[in-house]
């Protein structure tokens, strides 16, 4: 199990310095999630290829240091994927929130794994999967739309 040191370095670097929010320009699709109960807010913008690989992706959108990290570092991991795999990853990562991950697809999920630690704290589960939900309603639906993680 990672250290806390290391999970703090992980979280406040893309909380800080993150690499993919920012507008995109003419995406191809793009959903906004909200978490009602604390006001996390992630407007996640994709370009899909025709051949389903995600050529490029950026949020926006405010909220607590984990929405907004555990979103870029969900970007890293998709960009360059197809749909197919950036769906196991969202799947994997789901898993690894309510702490039934083994240590093989821990290491799929790379930075993004240093949040393993959220499946102890429930009140910040919705948090962290806010992006990785919004992600997979963009996958399932392709298009625009909004999705809430209310029911957590």
């Known amino acids: 199990m990672q250290s806390r040191t290391f999970y703090n370095e992980i979280l406040t670097e893309h909380n800080l310095h993150p690499e993919h929010k920012h507008p995109l320009i003419d995406p191809t699709d793009s959903m906004r999630g909200v978490n009602p109960s604390c006001g996390d807010d992630v407007t996640l913008q994709l370009t899909i290829g025709e051949d389903g690989v995600i050529q490029d ?3 926006i959108g ?5 929405s907004q990290a555990s979103a870029d570092m969900m970007l890293d991991l ?15 990562f789901m898993k690894m929130i309510k702490g039934k991950v083994t240590e093989e697809e821990l290491e799929m999920l790379e930075e993004a794994s240093s949040l393993q630690d959220i499946a102890h ?13 919004t992600l997979e309603q963009i996958l399932e639906n392709r298009g625009t739309g909004e999705v809430t993680t209310e029911g957590e």
Do not use: H, N
């Not at 998709?78 to 994997?92: H, S, Y």
């Not at 704290?121 to 939900?133: D, E, F, H, I, S």
């Open 57 to 59: 992706g950026a949020f």
């Open 121 to 133: 704290m429930p009140a910040r589960v919705k948090c962290a999967v806010l992006g990785w939900r």
């Open 62 to 66: 405010d909220g607590c240091a984990i």
């Open 78 to 92: 998709v960009i360059g994927r197809t749909k197919e795999e950036a769906v196991q990853l969202k799947d994997t």
